[in-house]
């Protein structure tokens, strides 16, 4: 995952190496936070609301800055800090309203021109939607299921492709889409987003 981040920020322009900050949200175990460490350039920052985790990270990867966030933002850092923010797992286990507010904060926090990626469960989950859900979803809408749950992996996000063209990434320009299962072993669809440079 981390070296499909860099080829896809390589692929539409960035250089990572000239990067000022990059940040991942909810950066959970470091399954890609930690290679990191080899970049030269960018201060790498994560933040994650599990505070175990966040520990661990403080003791075993130093090489990075940490974080501890509520399942609403905001985030503690200054307007437009980072060059690239990307968040893996992520919406795909928040409600819409938590999506959308989350999308502003980052916003927030990116520089006018910044990238951001997420991740989503797009058409290849569709076997994994009840008929009802099916028929939302090929509307074009947003299938949530146990949205109480939010943060948490019970509950689900599905989201199709229009759904993220059309309303998610409002404020931000859509550079490249990775469908699920064309990358390796990389089960979810990949979105890198630039934000609009109006979008301060």
Not at 42 to 59: A, C, F, K, S, V
Request: include cysteine; aromatic fraction near 12%.
């Amino acid at each position: 995952m981390f070296q499909i981040l860099i080829d896809l920020l390589k692929k539409n322009g960035p250089i990572v190496e000239t990067m000022q900050a990059v940040l991942e949200l909810g950066c959970g175990c470091g399954r890609v936070l930690r290679y990191w460490g080899s970049v030269h350039g960018p201060e790498i920052h994560g933040t994650d609301y599990n505070p175990r985790l966040i520990e661990w990270y403080r003791q075993n990867l130093p090489f990075a800055h940490y974080g501890l966030n509520a399942l609403y933002p905001p985030l503690a850092y200054a307007d437009h800090k980072f060059d690239f923010i990307y968040a893996i797992s992520v919406f795909t286990h928040l409600s819409g309203e938590l999506q959308s507010l989350w999308m502003k904060e980052l916003a927030r926090l990116l520089k006018p021109g910044g990238y951001l990626l997420l991740t989503t469960h797009g058409a290849s989950y569709r076997e994994k939607l009840t008929q009802r859900e099916l028929e939302i979803f090929d509307e074009g809408r947003l299938v949530v299921r146990y949205e109480e749950a939010s943060g948490m992996n019970l509950c689900s996000a599905y989201h199709p492709e229009s759904y993220v063209r059309n309303q998610l990434s409002t404020g931000y320009s859509i550079c490249d889409f990775v469908p699920a299962g064309t990358q390796r072993e990389i089960y979810q669809d990949k979105f890198l987003m630039q934000k609009n440079e109006c979008n301060a």
